[in-house]
């Protein structure tokens, strides 16, 4: 589940969710697989293209990820 939160950032609901219900085995491994991964691409992407992508989310976020 953990490797989706990379995928589909709005599933951390379930983290948040893990978090309120007490499931904390199922919290850090969303947090681990989340930190690894996130490490993972910051080392293969670089930091500037992830706050290139944090820039344009508002955008995305008005108009859909259909015209990008």
Same mark, same amino acid.
């Given at each position: 589940?953990?490797?989706?939160? &990379?995928?589909?950032?709005?599933?951390?609901?379930?983290?948040?969710?893990? $978090? &309120?219900?007490?499931?904390w085995r199922? #919290?850090?491994?969303l947090a681990? *697989?989340? #930190?690894?991964?996130?490490? $993972? #691409? *910051?080392?293969?992407?670089?930091?500037?293209?992830?706050?290139?992508?944090?820039?344009? &989310?508002?955008?995305? #976020?008005?108009?859909?990820? $259909?015209?990008?």
């Amino acid at each position: 589940v953990g490797a989706c939160c &990379l995928v589909k950032p709005p599933l951390a609901v379930l983290f948040a969710w893990a $978090a &309120l219900r007490g499931r904390w085995r199922f #919290a850090a491994g969303l947090a681990g *697989v989340f #930190a690894v991964g996130t490490a $993972a #691409a *910051v080392a293969r992407f670089g930091v500037a293209d992830h706050r290139d992508y944090l820039r344009v &989310l508002p955008a995305i #976020a008005r108009t859909g990820e $259909a015209f990008w």
